[in-house]
T-cell receptor, first 113, second 114 residues
Framework: NAGVTQTPKFRVLKTGQSMTLLCAQD?????MYWYRQDPGMGLRLIHY???????AKGEVPDGYNVSRLKKQNFLLGLESAAPSQTSVYFC????????????FGDGTRLSIL | GQQLNQSPQSMFIQEGEDVSMNCTSS?????WLWYKQDPGEGPVLLIA?????ELTSNGRLTAQFGITRKDSFLNISASIPSDVGIYFC??????????????FGTGTRLQVFP
């Protein structure tokens, strides 16, 4: 009964380093999403996917890339981390309808120095 | 881009009191959603609204889709300590920029004192 699992939970990077955040869901959901949450702001959509092999840009996609090679996994990559990408990242999934996330992971807290 | 104004920003109430919070938009929305976020966890979907005027309950929670389609309200009756958290509204615009994206409000932080 895992739901949506995000790894890692915490990470500290130096400016310019790269890393990948992993999201896994065991509910056979078609739709998956990556959000970032910053203090005083609501969640903002980075990228999303409507099915295996598909990805689409959200509200704030710059500096991030994603891949959905398997239905249950949605990866978020930072190729060259910047301090402005310090945030809490949430992955979410839903069965339907699209763009209405129903299940969120517990977040990845990322700090970039 | 679209913006959602959520108010109040924070509330401090006594256990047993009722709570009201709202979300307003500058444009018409097709969908309103309400989420709750506990510390250190991801948001949890509480209620989804799809029609103007719709009133939906989930236990002690009741949410309404405003008839102007530019606002939504969430009420919590007889609050208890576990209601503590941040409540987010989210909406999907009917027209204009980003109509296929969900836009989140900035949250209402609720504290309940025994």
């Amino acid at each position: 009964n895992a739901g949506v699992t995000q790894t890692p939970k915490f990470r500290v990077l130096k400016t310019g380093q790269s890393m990948t955040l992993l999201c896994a869901q065991d509910m056979n959901h078609e739709y998956m999403y990556w959000y970032r949450q910053d203090p005083g702001m609501g969640l903002r959509l980075i990228h999303y996917s409507v099915g295996e092999g598909t990805t689409a840009k959200g509200e704030v996609p710059d500096g991030y890339n994603v891949s959905r090679l398997k239905k249950q996994n949605f990866l978020l990559g930072l190729e060259s981390a910047a301090p402005s990408q310090t945030s809490v990242y949430f992955c979410a999934s839903s069965y339907e309808p699209v763009n209405q996330p129903q299940h969120f992971g517990d977040g990845t807290r990322l700090s970039i120095l | 881009g679209q913006q959602l104004n959520q108010s109040p920003q924070s509330m401090f109430i006594q256990e047993g009191e009722d709570v009201s919070m709202n979300c307003t938009s500058s444009s018409i929305f097709n969908t309103w959603l309400w989420y709750k976020q506990d510390p250190g966890e991801g948001p949890v979907l509480l209620i989804a609204l799809y029609k103007a005027g719709e009133l939906t309950s989930n236990g002690r929670l009741t949410a309404q889709f405003g008839i102007t389609r530019k606002d939504s309200f969430l009420n919590i009756s007889a609050s208890i300590p576990s209601d503590v958290g941040i409540y987010f509204c989210a909406g999907q615009a009917a027209a204009g920029y980003n109509t296929d994206k969900l836009i989140f409000g900035t949250g209402t932080r609720l504290q309940v004192f025994p």
